[in-house]
């Protein structure tokens, strides 16, 4: 029996690089058709509202800031908090951290974190909703999310927030974030770019190029992850999956890009091991418990960090 037609069996995910995808028997999976997805269709579209907005170079600025803002909120919100419970916040913060990343418009918390939690489950088998090693880079990126297979909250993996009846309201009307926010940064705009809140005409290219554009890009920053992290860079721990390291993914998404690390031990807030891996959720993170507003955040120890699932089989460095 060749390879490729063993059966799935324990030592094929233990081999440094995980499971060779085409050992693996595909689900059948339900492509995506716009027809349904007519909502994330036209948002994509939504930038080249410029040719009417206009833009200025403000609303380039409000653009970046509102991509990095919303980009922790994904990373050490619905990721390292609903996900991974990797450290610990007070109820409300815990409302607003659901709050601003659900602005993101990528759906409620508990969707988000329920069907991450299928990921880690499953990651890169047959039941991996987004495994770019066996449904290919499409799917991966967005087919997953656009298909009809994974619309559904998994609440069942999620019972641990579902509990908060405010989280379930965000959950059930995810759109009222994004639009509360569409139009605080429409008065923003009024005000940076015109003569005040009510300078009426100033803020619609705020809206279009700081929120609507920002959001598209923050899109396919986050996919990202899900496309790429388990298919290209390098790998520093043996895993059960395919994935991967890379320094300009975690420049892109605060700090997810070191995936490897976080998939070989998910029970820590930090994903950059080392100090040279940039982890900008992390340091936020440590500045907010400062202030008492997040504590309890859980570190990387030192034999996990120098475990013996290294492939370059480091040690730690010896003191003294
Ligand atoms: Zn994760
Ligand atoms: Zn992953």
Same mark, same amino acid.
């Given at each position: 029996?060749?390879?490729a037609?063993?059966p799935?069996?324990?030592?094929?995910y233990?081999?440094?690089?995980?499971?060779?995808?085409?050992?693996?028997?595909?689900?059948?999976? /339900?492509?995506?058709?716009?027809i349904d997805?007519?909502?994330?269709?036209?948002?994509?579209?939504?930038?080249?509202?410029?040719?009417w907005?206009?833009f200025?170079?403000?609303d380039w600025?409000v653009?970046?800031f509102?991509?990095?803002f919303?980009m922790f909120?994904?990373?050490a919100?619905?990721?390292?908090?609903?996900s991974?419970?990797?450290?610990?916040?007070?109820?409300?913060?815990?409302?607003l951290i659901?709050?601003?990343?659900?602005?993101?418009?990528?759906?409620?918390?508990?969707?988000?974190?329920?069907?991450?939690?299928v990921?880690?489950? #499953?990651?890169?088998?047959?039941?991996?909703p987004?495994?770019?090693?066996?449904y290919?880079?499409? #799917?991966?990126?967005?087919?997953?999310?656009?298909?009809p297979d994974?619309?559904?909250?998994r609440?069942?993996?999620i019972?641990d927030?579902?509990?908060? =009846?405010?989280?379930?309201?965000?959950?059930?009307?995810?759109?009222?974030?994004?639009?509360?926010?569409?139009v605080i940064?429409?008065?923003?705009g009024?005000?940076? /770019?015109?003569?005040?809140l009510?300078?009426?005409?100033?803020?619609?290219?705020t809206?279009?190029?700081?929120?609507?554009t920002?959001t598209?890009?923050?899109?396919?920053g986050t996919?990202?992850i899900?496309?790429?992290?388990?298919?290209i860079?390098?790998?520093?721990?043996?895993?059960?999956?395919h994935?991967?390291? /890379?320094?300009v993914?975690?420049l892109?998404t605060?700090?997810?890009g070191?995936?490897n /690390?976080h998939?070989?031990?998910?029970?820590?807030c930090r994903?950059?091991?080392?100090w040279w891996e940039f982890d900008p959720?992390?340091?936020v993170?440590?500045?907010l418990?400062?202030f008492?507003?997040v504590?309890n955040?859980?570190?990387? =120890?030192?034999?996990?960090?120098?475990g013996?699932k290294?492939l370059?089989?480091?040690?730690?460095?010896?003191?003294?």
């Amino acid at each position: 029996m060749s390879e490729a037609t063993a059966p799935l069996v324990e030592s094929l995910y233990t081999s440094p690089e995980g499971p060779p995808p085409e050992a693996v028997k595909k689900e059948n999976r /339900n492509q995506p058709r716009l027809i349904d997805q007519y909502g994330f269709g036209l948002i994509h579209l939504t930038p080249l509202l410029m040719i009417w907005s206009g833009f200025t170079w403000k609303d380039w600025l409000v653009c970046l800031f509102m991509y990095y803002f919303r980009m922790f909120f994904i990373s050490a919100g619905y990721h390292r908090y609903f996900s991974h419970k990797t450290y610990e916040t007070s109820r409300f913060f815990q409302f607003l951290i659901a709050f601003f990343a659900q602005t993101s418009i990528q759906k409620g918390a508990l969707w988000w974190a329920s069907q991450h939690r299928v990921h880690h489950r #499953y990651s890169d088998t047959a039941h991996d909703p987004h495994s770019a090693n066996i449904y290919g880079f499409f #799917y991966a990126h967005i087919g997953w999310i656009m298909g009809p297979d994974y619309q559904k909250t998994r609440y069942d993996l999620i019972q641990d927030f579902a509990k908060y =009846p405010e989280l379930r309201f965000l959950n059930r009307y995810f759109m009222v974030p994004p639009i509360i926010m569409a139009v605080i940064i429409y008065f923003i705009g009024n005000m940076l /770019n015109g003569q005040g809140l009510t300078d009426w005409n100033a803020g619609w290219s705020t809206v279009v190029v700081g929120y609507l554009t920002s959001t598209v890009i923050l899109y396919h920053g986050t996919f990202s992850i899900n496309s790429l992290m388990h298919k290209i860079a390098r790998r520093r721990y043996r895993t059960k999956d395919h994935s991967r390291n /890379n320094a300009v993914l975690a420049l892109i998404t605060m700090g997810e890009g070191w995936h490897n /690390n976080h998939h070989y031990y998910q029970g820590s807030c930090r994903q950059g091991f080392f100090w040279w891996e940039f982890d900008p959720s992390y340091y936020v993170l440590k500045t907010l418990a400062l202030f008492g507003i997040v504590w309890n955040i859980r570190p990387v =120890p030192v034999e996990v960090k120098y475990g013996p699932k290294r492939l370059d089989g480091k040690t730690p460095p010896v003191k003294g």
